[in-house]
């Protein structure tokens, strides 16, 4: 099983539709949990932090679900300018170890 | 104000030459990663460093190399041992090892010509 496992996608929504991404993770150890963005040809940007209880920030949520090992993050009333990928990031091996990325899931949001 | 940069944002070299991308943050921040992505994949961990004066190799350091003279600083050198080092190269850091927020750099892209 890989470390971080997303579905790669692409994701085809129009606007204003709710979608959401899940995302597995192996360490059953793992502490930290992150969703990035990236736009096309630049850097990751923090989208959120996951953390057990869940949370929110305006039209996205995230969740945790330890026993199953898997995080998703929703996002509704979707707008154009979120078309990106979708990084989850986990921390690794051991506490101590850096941050392990999936390959990102792709979002298209079609007018 | 306060990040990260990165040179330079476009590299290109021929086969067989060695090539240094440059990386410097003003955040305090101790730790320091290198990553590559190629299209359509994820980010792939080269080394990292925790505390200046040490690295660490990550998940596909062949062919690299790096140093940490500096706590700002964490040049990477791309050898030509590196068989296909056409890539995107991102830097980050981030204050906490291995559980807070990466800030990353705008990448360096590299094409071997």
């Known amino acids: 099983r890989k470390e971080v496992e997303q579905d790669p996608g692409p994701f085809n929504v129009p606007e204003g539709a709710t979608v959401a991404f899940n995302c597995t993770y192996s360490?059953?150890?793992?502490?930290?949990f992150f969703w990035y963005r990236q736009d096309c040809r630049k850097e990751p940007k923090l989208l959120m932090s996951?953390?057990?209880s869940g949370n929110e920030d305006g039209r996205f949520t995230a969740q945790l679900n330890r026993a199953s090992q898997y995080i998703s993050l929703l996002i509704r009333d979707s707008k154009l300018s979120d078309s990106a990928t979708y990084l989850c990031?986990?921390?690794?091996?051991?506490?101590?170890?850096?941050?392990?990325f999936g390959k990102g899931t792709r979002l298209s949001v079609i007018a | 104000d306060g990040g990260i940069t990165q040179s330079p944002k476009y590299l290109f070299r021929k086969e067989g030459q060695n090539v240094t991308l440059s990386c410097e943050q003003n955040?305090?921040?101790?730790?320091m990663y290198w990553y590559r992505q190629d299209p359509g994949q994820g980010l792939r961990l080269i080394y990292y460093?925790?505390?200046?004066?040490?690295?660490q190799k990550g998940d596909i350091a062949e062919g690299y190399s790096v140093s940490r003279e500096k706590k700002e600083s964490f040049p990477l050198t791309v050898t030509s041992a590196q068989k296909n080092p056409t890539a995107f190269y991102l830097c980050?850091?981030?204050?906490?090892?291995?559980?807070?927020?990466?800030?990353f750099g705008e990448g360096s892209r590299l094409t071997v010509l």
């Open positions: 460093s925790q505390i200046v004066n040490d690295f």
């Open positions: 980050a850091s981030s204050a906490g090892q291995g559980t807070g927020e990466l800030f």
């Open positions: 990031v986990v921390n690794g091996r051991s506490g101590n170890t850096p941050l392990v």
């Open positions: 955040l305090n921040h101790d730790a």
């Open positions: 996951v953390y057990s």
């Open positions: 360490n059953s150890a793992s502490q930290s």
